[in-house]
């Protein structure tokens, strides 16, 4: 989950919070009255994000949305950001003191968020910037009416239809706002466009293959045509116009970073002192490596026996098989040791991820929209290797997925790592938490699961697991000292590569991927961020409970407050103000 944004992530209620507010006296008349204005607001705020983000609404399970596309042009930015300014004066103008706790928590979470999309349309500007906002854009307009059964196939064929008359001139306003992008950026754009095109040349119409109206058919036909004639135009200006004016910085640099993380994941914590945090636990995590390898093989160094690990893992078309062999177990050890309450039995459906997004993403869980009532499964995409790779580019990705490294990104995406925190989501009231999620709730928790379920026992103490674990938590570690390093000027794109492979014990293809991504995502440092913070919530919260704390009862308060940032549900749990870190 990327930055602050809204997300097909749904959601659910805390029972012990609600019935704990449900204890306290009622509130008075005045606090009745602003609480509803305040109600109001959040769904003008939503109503507002849903016209400029029209396939955001559609991902939410907003049908109404499906025809529209983005406006990408300079005027719908300013006019976004025009309307977004009125609302946040309105939010700010609302007394903290006469709502609910619940309501003030969620109201601080709205103005951070809008804050944040603010930052982004006037300051940092990727519209100007990054030609991937446009081609990969339009094209995940699409993808979200084609991958899930919402509708019946006639009817999503005639949002598609809509949709694609309108990506011929997106394209157009695309080339008409890039300015000056970063080379890198535009060089990523190129690097996908093939699979965008060949999205539309066959994921596409194979989705519509059992739709025998012959006049949506022939309707079809023609859009699509265009969109892959106009993608096709777009790739030969990215290559032969663009590219050769990509002199841009992709630096955000300190103080655009330091106020990224404060509407992102509100967090107000001087730079350097998070690059100590980062390092410390690199190191960490690094020494604790060291000791787990001397347990694998005492005569080899640690880079030695993870090399020899990393030859551990399935073959190509095995690598499906192996995630799901493992979700079974996952859940039956959380039931059986009372990690978190499962809110239901359905389980992830596991597929191939979709062509357009395997530049830049290696797994990923794919969850329904808080208000989709049909189409509700989920889908945990896993990246295999493409098939015109050579032998020794298969086995180096493959060696990203060793027996290890399979087992704790099983854990991250599905149980109890995303997959898990989306049940409880899909139960929560709160509109605000049911279409926003900050990035170092989600990702800080399926990376702490990471580590809590090895703890817990998960493996029988296997020690090639472990290593497997803390290979993934010295990648996060990577990312959190890369994003920092590389956009406040003091690291170049490969140095933060080599220090991927150097430092985070990363293979060359992953160390690239990930190098790239930190370019256009500055605060991925939001894992380790929010992993930090939960551990010591954690810590904190069993203190205060003393025999009566228990893991399980722990984990189902986190997840009973959303996706809200950590330091909101830390007052929450705790009633203090105390550092989250």
């Known amino acids: 989950m990327a930055k602050k944004l809204v ?3 749904a959601p659910l209620v805390v029972v012990l919070f609600l019935f704990t507010s449900m204890l306290t006296d009622p ?13 109001r607001l959040v769904d003008r705020y939503f109503d507002l994000n849903f016209q400029f983000h029209p396939s955001d609404g559609t991902a939410a399970g907003f049908h109404q949305y499906d025809s529209k596309l983005e406006d990408y042009s300079r005027a719908a930015q300013e006019g976004e950001a025009a309307k977004l300014k009125v609302v946040l004066s309105e939010l700010a103008g609302t007394k903290a003191s006469a709502l609910d706790p619940a309501d003030a928590a969620d109201c601080a979470f709205l103005q951070s968020t809008i804050r944040s999309r603010l930052l982004e349309l006037q300051v940092i500007q990727m519209w100007r910037k990054d030609p991937n906002i446009y081609a990969g854009g339009v094209t995940s307009s699409v993808f979200t009416l084609i991958k899930r059964n919402f509708a019946s196939p006639e009817d999503r064929l005639r949002s598609v239809i809509a949709r694609e008359k309108q990506i011929p001139a997106a394209l157009i306003v695309g080339r008409q706002n890039l300015l000056n992008p ?18 539309f040349q066959k994921d596409v119409p194979g989705a519509f293959s059992a739709v025998t109206d012959p006049t949506l058919r022939e309707q079809f036909s023609e859009t699509n045509e265009a969109v892959i004639e106009a993608l096709g135009s777009f790739q030969t200006y990215l290559k032969n116009d663009l590219l050769s004016k990509s002199h841009g910085d992709f630096r955000i640099g300190a103080e655009n970073f330091r106020q990224k993380l404060r509407d992102d994941e509100m967090v107000d914590v001087p730079l350097d002192r998070l690059l100590e945090i980062g390092y410390a636990d690199l190191r ?4 604790r490596l060291q000791e787990t390898a001397a347990l694998v093989n005492p005569e080899e160094k640690s880079r030695a026996v993870m090399t020899e690990l990393e030859k551990d ?37 596991l597929e191939e991820t979709p062509p357009f997004m395997r530049a830049t993403t290696s797994a990923s869980m794919d969850t329904p929209g808080a208000y989709e009532s049909r189409a509700t499964e989920a889908m945990f995409n896993v990246t295999l290797p493409e098939p015109g790779w050579p032998a020794e580019r298969v086995e180096d990705w493959m060696r990203g997925y060793n027996r290890g490294t399979i087992l704790s990104t099983a854990i991250h995406e599905t149980y109890p790592g995303h997959y898990v925190q989306f049940l409880w989501l899909q139960r929560l009231h709160s509109k605000v938490r049911k279409l926003l999620v900050c990035n170092s709730n989600a990702e800080g928790w399926a990376h702490y699961t990471e580590q809590m379920m090895l703890d817990e026992g998960y493996g029988g103490g296997d020690p090639k697991l472990r290593m497997g674990q803390l290979q993934d938590a010295l990648l996060r570690d990577a ?7 590389m956009h406040t000027g003091r690291m170049t794109l490969d140095e933060a590569k080599q220090f991927f492979v150097r430092e985070g014990y990363q293979v060359d293809s992953i160390a690239e991927i990930e190098a790239k991504r930190g370019t256009s995502d500055p605060t991925y440092l939001y894992y380790t961020l929010g992993k930090l913070q939960i551990m010591k919530l ?33 007052r929450a749990l705790l009633g203090d103000n105390s550092p989250s870190l």
Do not use: C, W
């Open 479 to 485: 990312r959190f000292i890369v994003g920092i390093q």
């Open 284 to 287: 960490r995590n690094q020494q």
């Open 7 to 9: 997300i097909a992530f």
């Open 538 to 570: 954690r810590d904190d919260y069993k203190k205060k409970m003393g025999a009566q704390y228990s893991l399980r009862e722990f984990h189902d308060r986190l997840m009973g407050q959303g996706g809200l940032p950590l330091v909101l549900i830390r």
């Open 27 to 39: 509130p008075h008349a005045a606090s009745i009255d602003h609480s509803s204005a305040f109600g």
């Open 182 to 199: 970063p080379r890198i950026y535009t060089e990523i754009a190129l690097e996908q466009m093939p699979d965008i095109i060949e999205f």
């Open 313 to 349: 893992h399935p073959p190509a078309d095995g690598l499906l098989p192996a995630f799901r062999d493992l979700l079974a177990g996952l859940r039956d050890f959380i039931e059986a040791r009372q990690i978190v309450t499962i809110p239901s039995p359905v389980v992830p459906i």
